[in-house]
């Protein structure tokens, strides 16, 4: 098996003030390491001018500074950046830079794959590789930061993955967001498939994080068909963990619905998701189905039918937003990150990167 060596991006001050003092330099060139990996961006040693090149030699003998290789990149018609990267391995996997007006965001991926085998999914039909790293993790923004003239102020951890499957590589990778990165917590979302235990033990941490839960029915009996998560954690006891997320985080929470032509659409599951979350502080971001080949027949239902879910939804005074749909021609939304790929590193299924059904 290959196993590439570690990278220093993903550790935070004090683990680089370990690696100084074992050098035998004093700590202020950990803190000088941190800021070169995390303030000044740097991907490569020779970057480093203010660094002793002996300290330099030294930990580029056991040491890479990024773990990440672009494979590809690539740019839509309307401004959106997709990186396709690697550790040396075949194990490919995406983050996508998203600017808008206001701010810049980022999605990023947690794990190579997804073993949640959620039925729309073009990640989880290619089936789990492995997690990713923190240093994996943290090096998707700093790439997609030396893209970007303006500061990444958030991220969605949106792309390849289910976030709280990598618990134990994300919480260092969040720390270093906020610590060493400087954004805020209030800034990044978890996007979670619902996984109680782990809400639960997240919520345990008080960090004001913005969870957001694909619920993408009220009924289980729907929500099974398209979600097998659901036998595990139904609808009922995962929008109560949710309830109690935003009671101990005091943020307010997101459920995401997907939106899949007369299945998911109908009005009655609109009057039925409005009565589960009423009076509950939340939001409910609509995504009509970014068109992936699923097998399933599964269809982009049409603007009408869109509307009439989010009306329903606000004549019960529910804050409805719509998912903004960005890099349709580069296959750069969520969903659609199936680590698409060709040669020497088309390991995992390749999907097709048609943008919607022709609904
Ligand atoms: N595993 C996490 C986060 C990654 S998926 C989760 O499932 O929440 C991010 C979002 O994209 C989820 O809300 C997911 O349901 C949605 N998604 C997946 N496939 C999609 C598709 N084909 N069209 C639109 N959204 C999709
Ligand atoms: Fe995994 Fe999320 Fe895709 Fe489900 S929707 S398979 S949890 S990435």
Same mark, same amino acid.
């Given at each position: 098996?290959? #196993?590439?060596?570690?990278?220093?991006?993903?550790? $935070? #001050?004090?683990?680089?003030?370990?690696?100084?003092?074992?050098?035998?330099?004093?700590?202020?060139?950990? !803190?000088?390491?941190?800021?070169?990996?995390?303030?000044? /961006?740097?991907?490569?040693?020779?970057?480093?001018?203010?660094?002793?090149?002996?300290?330099r030699s030294w930990l580029a003998e056991n040491w890479v500074v990024s773990p990440l290789t672009?494979?590809?990149?690539?740019?839509?018609?309307?401004? *959106?950046?997709?990186?396709?990267?690697? $550790? /040396?391995?075949?194990?490919?996997?995406?983050? *996508?830079?998203?600017?808008? =007006?206001?701010?810049?965001?980022?999605?990023?991926s947690t794990q190579v794959g997804c073993p949640m085998g959620c039925t729309f999914c073009a990640t989880g039909m290619g089936g789990f590789d492995r997690n990713l790293t923190t240093g994996e993790i943290v090096a998707?923004?700093?790439?997609?930061?030396?893209?970007?003239? !303006?500061?990444?102020?958030?991220? *969605?951890?949106?792309?390849? /993955?289910?976030?709280?499957?990598?618990?134990?590589?994300?919480?260092?990778?969040? =720390?270093?967001?906020? $610590?060493e990165i400087g954004l805020s917590a209030r800034h990044l979302t978890i996007s979670t498939v619902g996984l109680v235990p782990q809400i639960r033990e997240l919520a345990e941490l008080k960090i004001p994080i913005h969870l957001a839960l694909s619920l993408h029915s009220p009924f289980d009996e729907v929500r099974g068909r398209l979600m097998p998560v659901n036998h595990k954690w139904p609808v009922a006891e995962v929008v109560q963990t949710m309830r109690d997320y935003q009671r101990a985080t005091g943020r307010k929470v997101t459920f995401e619905y997907l939106l899949i032509d007369e299945l998911n659409d109908t009005v009655e599951q609109a009057r039925a998701l409005a009565h589960l979350i009423k009076g509950f502080p939340c939001f409910v971001n609509l995504i009509p189905f970014n068109w992936v080949d699923t097998g399933n027949g599964f269809r982009r239902p049409t603007r009408e039918r869109v509307q009439a879910f989010r009306q329903v939804l606000q004549s019960q005074g529910i $804050?409805? #937003?719509?998912? *903004?749909?960005? /890099?349709?021609?580069?296959?750069?939304?969520?969903?659609?990150?199936?680590?698409?790929?060709?040669?020497?590193?088309?390991?995992? !299924?390749?999907l097709s990167a048609l943008p919607q059904s022709p609904a």
């Amino acid at each position: 098996m290959h #196993t590439p060596p570690p990278s220093l991006i993903g550790l $935070n #001050t004090a683990q680089c003030v370990e690696l100084a003092t074992q050098f035998g330099a004093p700590a202020y060139r950990g !803190r000088q390491l941190a800021h070169q990996l995390y303030q000044s /961006g740097s991907s490569d040693f020779s970057e480093m001018s203010d660094l002793p090149r002996q300290f330099r030699s030294w930990l580029a003998e056991n040491w890479v500074v990024s773990p990440l290789t672009v494979v590809q990149h690539q740019r839509s018609t309307d401004h *959106v950046d997709k990186l396709l990267v690697h $550790n /040396g391995d075949e194990q490919v996997y995406e983050c *996508v830079l998203l600017p808008y =007006e206001d701010r810049v965001s980022c999605c990023l991926s947690t794990q190579v794959g997804c073993p949640m085998g959620c039925t729309f999914c073009a990640t989880g039909m290619g089936g789990f590789d492995r997690n990713l790293t923190t240093g994996e993790i943290v090096a998707q923004y700093l790439a997609l930061q030396a893209l970007s003239a !303006r500061r990444i102020s958030h991220i *969605v951890f949106m792309g390849m /993955g289910e976030p709280l499957l990598n618990l134990g590589q994300l919480l260092p990778a969040i =720390e270093i967001f906020r $610590n060493e990165i400087g954004l805020s917590a209030r800034h990044l979302t978890i996007s979670t498939v619902g996984l109680v235990p782990q809400i639960r033990e997240l919520a345990e941490l008080k960090i004001p994080i913005h969870l957001a839960l694909s619920l993408h029915s009220p009924f289980d009996e729907v929500r099974g068909r398209l979600m097998p998560v659901n036998h595990k954690w139904p609808v009922a006891e995962v929008v109560q963990t949710m309830r109690d997320y935003q009671r101990a985080t005091g943020r307010k929470v997101t459920f995401e619905y997907l939106l899949i032509d007369e299945l998911n659409d109908t009005v009655e599951q609109a009057r039925a998701l409005a009565h589960l979350i009423k009076g509950f502080p939340c939001f409910v971001n609509l995504i009509p189905f970014n068109w992936v080949d699923t097998g399933n027949g599964f269809r982009r239902p049409t603007r009408e039918r869109v509307q009439a879910f989010r009306q329903v939804l606000q004549s019960q005074g529910i $804050n409805v #937003t719509e998912r *903004v749909e960005r /890099g349709h021609d580069i296959a750069a939304a969520c969903g659609q990150l199936a680590g698409q790929h060709s040669g020497k590193f088309a390991k995992r !299924r390749s999907l097709s990167a048609l943008p919607q059904s022709p609904a």
